[in-house]
């Protein structure tokens, strides 16, 4: 069964109005760079910009490339374990593994173990009994000189606190019951100062613990999550969304936070991508699409595109 296509044209839907992504107003294109990547087909993994080269952190190791197209398979190996659940970050020259995950949602074990690579060769265990929150399905960030975290859950409940610390180990919790509630998944970027935290709606903070909405739905009337979200050329993009229960390979783009504009992108429609910006441009690959009416089957991808001005 074929993937459906995305739409074309301006079409308004909420507060985002769908265009090109070669727009007038963004002069950017997308193109693809690998048919296949050498990472196996996957979703939720990583991919950073780091010291000049671009790295791809997966399941099954670790890869890395000058150009985009030519990639290095790394001799570190993937210390957290399961992708899905926890997320590697780096932070003050060096890569960081908070925590380790084995099993699924029903049955797993979790350890507060962190893991740092200096060199992105090996892995040092820096602590097996840090004080890091036993939960997953958030993502970490950094901010004035420390890694947060926001939320999450475990196998009972979700969480709306705000946690942080200033070396991975010791980690102390700075707010609880934000007005935002419970979240899980949510994606927090940083853009000209001040946090963003991306969901199906968006919140800012200047300070990591005070919070203002921005708009309560990023489109109206429509649920979207799944994505992944980058700050380039001065705008927030949201990367690989599940909208309404359908993937999309649409891409929204904000600079503000508020309004939202909605720009066809020629891969296929995914969610769980992995991106990061190098070298002046947005690098984009892996993510499933499927579980739906229309397309039961997941189908993952490992192909590689790339966002950047037109010449």
Request: proline share 5%.
């Amino acid at each position: 069964m074929g993937l459906p296509a995305c739409s074309t044209g301006p079409v308004v839907t909420g507060n985002a109005q769908s265009t090109p992504a070669a727009s007038t107003s963004s002069k950017m294109v997308w193109s693809k760079v690998l048919d296949e990547a050498p990472w196996k087909k996957n979703y939720n993994f990583q991919m950073f910009a780091i010291g000049g080269k671009l790295w791809v952190f997966h399941p099954d190791g670790n890869w890395f490339s000058t150009d985009g197209r030519n990639w290095t398979k790394s001799s570190l190996s993937n210390a957290i374990n399961n992708l899905a659940f926890l997320d590697y970050l780096y932070f003050k020259d060096a890569m960081f593994g908070l925590g380790n995950f084995s099993g699924n949602i029903e049955r797993f074990t979790f350890k507060p173990e962190i893991y740092r690579s200096r060199d992105l060769v090996k892995w040092e265990t820096v602590s097996r009994s840090s004080g890091l929150p036993k939960r997953f399905f958030y993502h970490p960030f950094v901010f004035q000189d420390k890694i947060w975290i926001i939320g999450g859950e475990d196998k009972n409940k979700k969480y709306s606190d705000i946690w942080n610390s200033p070396d991975g180990v010791t980690w102390t919790k700075q707010k609880d019951d934000l007005p935002f509630g419970k979240r899980s998944g949510s994606q927090i970027v940083n853009l000209n100062g001040k946090l963003f935290l991306l969901d199906n709606d968006v919140w800012t903070s200047n300070d990591g613990l005070n919070w203002n909405q921005v708009t309560p739905e990023i489109i109206k009337g429509e649920q979207i999550f799944g994505y992944n979200a980058v700050v380039f050329d001065g705008k927030i993009w949201l990367l690989g969304c599940n909208r309404n229960g359908q993937f999309s390979s649409q891409v929204l783009v904000s600079g503000d936070g508020k309004n939202w504009e909605g720009q066809d992108a020629p891969w296929t429609p995914r969610g769980g991508i992995a991106a990061a910006v190098f070298n002046d441009k947005i690098y984009m690959t892996g993510g499933k699409y499927g579980g739906t009416p229309d397309q039961p089957n997941f189908i993952y991808s490992n192909d590689l595109w790339s966002l950047g001005r037109s010449e």
